[in-house]
């Protein structure tokens, strides 16, 4: 057998510091690419931890490659030759857009998740796309008519009780539908009862494995400009 990654590929090269409950790169990404949001529509992660899902939505919109940051077990086979490695890299970066003016906001109630968030940011090349904000989600302005908001929220799975969290989920809600009455809403969580909480049943749902936890992805259509398609 041979391993030509390393270190395992949900493994970007931009995340040094973990926090708590993290969520896996790459799953950050499904999340994104399951929303069906595009890098001209508003993003939202109004519980960003330290910041995974608006730093893989900026990488998705840059088309910035998801390895391009880390090194592959392979690298060191003398069987390949090295300019293999230089050139794959060269044409990657070559296709990155630089272009695209985003719309990213992160933001968390922590402080110091938003401390890490901006370091994983800026390690990831995409510290200039994403407007980092320590802010309880209840306090935030909407910044835009429509757009998408994508949480992983906290699961009550060791850190909260129900019932703080039944308090969390219908707080969301009623922000959500005040506060971004138009929007596209998408939430992943192992709480069996968050529809009921949140106070909407969603408009589709869809399972979904984070780490090992059986979650269900809540996904909440709302208007969009430019007519896309949900
Ligand atoms: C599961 S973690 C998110 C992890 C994140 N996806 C990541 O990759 O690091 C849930 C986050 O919700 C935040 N949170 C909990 N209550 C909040 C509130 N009222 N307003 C904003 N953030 C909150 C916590 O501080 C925590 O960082």
Do not use: H
């Amino acid at each position: 057998m041979l391993d030509s990654s390393g270190e395992a590929l949900t493994k970007r090269g931009y995340r040094a510091i973990k926090r708590l409950a993290p969520i896996k790169e790459t799953l950050a990404a499904a999340l994104v690419y399951l929303s069906k949001w595009r890098a001209d529509e508003v993003l939202l992660d109004a519980m960003c931890g330290t910041g995974t899902i608006a730093i893989e939505a900026a990488m998705i919109a840059r088309n910035i490659a998801p390895g391009a940051n880390r090194n592959f077990a392979a690298e060191k086979w003398s069987v390949i030759d090295e300019k293999l490695w230089t050139d794959i890299r060269d044409e990657a970066f070559s296709n990155e857009d630089l272009s695209k003016d985003l719309k990213i906001y992160a933001s968390d109630i922590d402080e110091k998740s938003i401390e890490v968030a901006k370091e994983n940011a800026e390690k990831a090349g995409v510290e200039e796309d994403i407007i980092f904000e320590v802010k309880d989600f209840k306090d935030i302005e909407s910044p835009a008519k429509y757009g998408a908001v994508i949480v992983n929220p906290p699961y009550g799975e060791r850190l909260m009780n129900d019932e703080d969290i039944e308090e969390l989920y219908k707080d969301f809600g009623n922000f959500c539908r005040k506060k971004l009455a138009k929007w596209s809403y998408y939430i992943i969580t192992s709480y069996e009862d968050f529809e009921k909480a949140f106070g909407k049943v969603a408009t589709k749902n869809r399972k979904l494995y984070n780490g090992g936890i059986k979650c269900y992805y809540y996904q909440y259509f709302g208007d969009r400009k430019n007519g896309y398609r949900n």
